[in-house]
C-alpha cells in the first residue's frame, strides 16, 4: 500500500493568484496535519516518463509543478534517479497519482518520496483546465493546502515568483567537491561551477576527465586555481540576472578556457558577453521540444526546463547562434565569436532521455583536446 492509501485522504484546494480555484485530494507532505500552505510559481511540464527526475530537478526552485500527463507515479521511484540531493520545488499538481506501481527497478512509491521528501501535491486536478490557464496567462502564482479558498488567495498574491530573486544560492553546493573520471587513466580536468547542476550531468563529464564541482559564487582566479582544460556552467533555477557573481566569474573565464554551458549557464553565458535575457510566457518546460541545428540543419528533439532565455537580438555579434527552438523561435545555443566558448539552452544530459543532443559532450571533448594540445605546442 502506498502512502496515499495508509495516511488517508485529504481534500484541498488549489487557487491561483487570479482567482481561478481547483479542487483535489493532498498528497505526499502536503496530507500532513501540520502542512503549511504550499505557494509558488505554477508551471506545466509535458513529459510522459522521468517524473522523478523533474521533481529533484534544482532548477524547479520556487516553482509548483504540473504534469500534463495525466497517469503519474505508475513505474514508482528508485535511488538511482534522483537528480540532486534532495528536492526544491513547491509542490506538484497531478490529474492521478498511481495508487500501485509496476516496474522492476521500482523501490518505493511516488507518493512515499514525496512525504519522506517534504513534497506537498495535490491530485485530482483538471490539469488539462489549469494547463491551458498558464499557456494563455503565463506561469503565475499559486497556493494549495486544506486552508480555505480565501487563505489560499491571499498566499497566492503574496507569492512573488521567480521574477528578481536569486534561486542559485538556495540550490548550488556550499562545499566544493569531485567526481571521479570514468576512466581512471583520464588527466582531463573540468571544473563545473554548481548553479543547481543536476546528477547526470555530473556523470556525463566523468566521462570526459575528473570534474571538480564548486559553488556558483565561486570567483573567476578560483575557478582557474584548479587548472581546469574545461569550464563548464551548470543548470539552475531562476533569473539569471540575480546572480552577478557568476556573471562576473564567467567574464573572466572566457578566453582563459574551453567553456561549456547548459539552461542557466547558457543564460548566465550570454549575460557575460553583455546579451540581455527574457522571461518566457510559461517557459518550455518537457522531454519533446523540437530543436533546430543551425550548423547542420538538423532538428533535434530535446529535454528543456527553463522560464528564462537570451534575446538572440541583443548578441550584437559577441556571439553567433547556432541553435533555434522550431516551436518559437527561442535562442537555444551560442557560440562565442572568436572564443572557445558555447552553449545551449537545452539538456543533452536528458535523464530519462531524449539524447538527440548528447553528441554537445563530444564537442566540448573536441573543444578540451584542441586546447591542450596547443597548450603543450607553446
Given at each position: 500500500?502506498?502512502?496515499?492509501?495508509?495516511?488517508?485522504?485529504?481534500?484541498?484546494?488549489?487557487?491561483?493568484?487570479?482567482?481561478?480555484?481547483?479542487?483535489?485530494e493532498l498528497i505526499g507532505a502536503?496530507?500532513?496535519?501540520?502542512?503549511?500552505?504550499?505557494?509558488?510559481?505554477?508551471?506545466?511540464?509535458?513529459?510522459?516518463?522521468?517524473?522523478?527526475?523533474?521533481?529533484?530537478?534544482?532548477?524547479?526552485?520556487?516553482?509548483?509543478?504540473?504534469?500534463?500527463?495525466?497517469?503519474?507515479?505508475?513505474?514508482?521511484?528508485?535511488?538511482?534517479?534522483?537528480?540532486?540531493?534532495?528536492?526544491?520545488?513547491?509542490?506538484?499538481?497531478?490529474?492521478?497519482?498511481?495508487?500501485?506501481?509496476?516496474?522492476?527497478?521500482?523501490?518505493?512509491?511516488?507518493?512515499?518520496?514525496?512525504?519522506?521528501?517534504?513534497?506537498?501535491?495535490?491530485?485530482?486536478?483538471?490539469?488539462?483546465?489549469?494547463?491551458?490557464?498558464?499557456?494563455?496567462?503565463?506561469?503565475?502564482?499559486?497556493?494549495?493546502?486544506?486552508?480555505?479558498?480565501?487563505?489560499?488567495?491571499?498566499?497566492?498574491?503574496?507569492?512573488?515568483?521567480?521574477?528578481?530573486?536569486?534561486?542559485?544560492?538556495?540550490?548550488?553546493?556550499?562545499?566544493?567537491?569531485?567526481?571521479?573520471?570514468?576512466?581512471?587513466?583520464?588527466?582531463?580536468?573540468?571544473?563545473?561551477?554548481?548553479?543547481?547542476?543536476?546528477?547526470?550531468?555530473?556523470?556525463?563529464?566523468?566521462?570526459?576527465?575528473?570534474?571538480?564541482?564548486?559553488?556558483?559564487?565561486?570567483?573567476?582566479?578560483?575557478?582557474?586555481?584548479?587548472?581546469?582544460?574545461g569550464v563548464f556552467l551548470s543548470?539552475?533555477?531562476?533569473?539569471?540576472?540575480?546572480?552577478?557573481?557568476?556573471?562576473?566569474?564567467?567574464?573572466?573565464?572566457?578566453?582563459?578556457?574551453?567553456?561549456?554551458?547548459?539552461?542557466?549557464?547558457?543564460?548566465?553565458?550570454?549575460?557575460?558577453?553583455?546579451?540581455?535575457?527574457?522571461?518566457l510566457p510559461f517557459g518550455h518546460?518537457?522531454?519533446?521540444?523540437?530543436?533546430?541545428?543551425?550548423?547542420?540543419?538538423?532538428?533535434?528533439?530535446?529535454?528543456?526546463?527553463?522560464?528564462?532565455?537570451?534575446?538572440?537580438?541583443?548578441?550584437?555579434?559577441?556571439?553567433?547562434?547556432?541553435?533555434?527552438?522550431?516551436?518559437?523561435?527561442?535562442?537555444?545555443?551560442?557560440?562565442?565569436?572568436?572564443?572557445?566558448?558555447?552553449?545551449?539552452?537545452?539538456?543533452?544530459?536528458?535523464?530519462?532521455?531524449?539524447?538527440?543532443?548528447?553528441?554537445?559532450?563530444?564537442?566540448?571533448?573536441?573543444?578540451?583536446?584542441?586546447?591542450?594540445?596547443?597548450?603543450?605546442?607553446?
Amino acid at each position: 500500500m502506498n502512502a496515499m492509501t495508509t495516511r488517508g485522504i485529504r481534500e484541498g484546494a488549489l487557487v491561483l493568484s487570479d482567482g481561478s480555484v481547483f479542487e483535489g485530494e493532498l498528497i505526499g507532505a502536503a496530507i500532513s496535519a501540520a502542512a503549511p500552505i504550499a505557494a509558488g510559481e505554477v508551471v506545466f511540464n509535458t513529459v510522459l516518463s522521468g517524473y522523478q527526475e523533474v521533481i529533484t530537478d534544482p532548477s524547479y526552485a520556487g516553482q509548483i509543478i504540473t504534469f500534463t500527463y495525466p497517469h503519474i507515479g505508475n513505474y514508482g521511484i528508485n535511488a538511482t534517479d534522483f537528480e540532486s540531493v534532495g528536492t526544491f520545488c513547491r509542490g506538484i499538481v497531478v490529474r492521478d497519482l498511481a495508487r500501485r506501481h509496476s516496474n522492476f527497478r521500482a523501490q518505493s512509491d511516488l507518493g512515499s518520496m514525496l512525504f519522506q521528501q517534504g513534497v506537498p501535491g495535490i491530485a485530482g486536478i483538471d490539469t488539462r483546465r489549469l494547463t491551458r490557464i498558464v499557456r494563455d496567462t503565463g506561469a503565475l502564482p499559486g497556493a494549495f493546502g486544506s486552508a480555505s479558498e480565501s487563505e489560499l488567495l491571499a498566499a497566492a498574491r503574496a507569492e512573488p515568483g521567480t521574477d528578481g530573486v536569486d534561486l542559485v544560492r538556495t540550490v548550488s553546493t556550499q562545499v566544493p567537491y569531485v567526481i571521479p573520471a570514468a576512466d581512471p587513466n583520464s588527466r582531463t580536468n573540468i571544473v563545473a561551477m554548481d548553479f543547481g547542476m543536476k546528477s547526470n550531468i555530473g556523470r556525463s563529464l566523468a566521462r570526459l576527465g575528473r570534474v571538480h564541482v564548486v559553488p556558483a559564487a565561486t570567483t573567476a582566479a578560483d575557478v582557474l586555481a584548479h587548472s581546469p582544460d574545461g569550464v563548464f556552467l551548470s543548470n539552475g533555477p531562476g533569473d539569471p540576472s540575480m546572480s552577478p557573481y557568476a556573471i562576473e566569474a564567467i567574464r573572466g573565464l572566457i578566453g582563459q578556457a574551453p567553456i561549456f554551458g547548459i539552461c542557466l549557464g547558457h543564460q548566465l553565458l550570454g549575460n557575460a558577453i553583455g546579451a540581455s535575457t527574457v522571461k518566457l510566457p510559461f517557459g518550455h518546460h518537457g522531454g519533446n521540444h523540437p530543436v533546430k541545428n543551425l550548423l547542420t540543419e538538423r532538428v533535434e528533439i530535446t529535454s528543456q526546463n527553463h522560464n528564462f532565455a537570451v534575446d538572440p537580438d541583443s548578441l550584437s555579434g559577441r556571439a553567433e547562434m547556432t541553435h533555434v527552438n522550431l516551436n518559437d523561435g527561442v535562442c537555444e545555443g551560442l557560440q562565442v565569436n572568436g572564443e572557445q566558448a558555447f552553449s545551449v539552452q537545452h539538456h543533452p544530459e536528458a535523464n530519462p532521455g531524449p539524447h538527440d543532443s548528447n553528441y554537445l559532450f563530444g564537442q566540448f571533448a573536441t573543444m578540451i583536446e584542441k586546447a591542450t594540445a596547443k597548450k603543450m605546442s607553446i
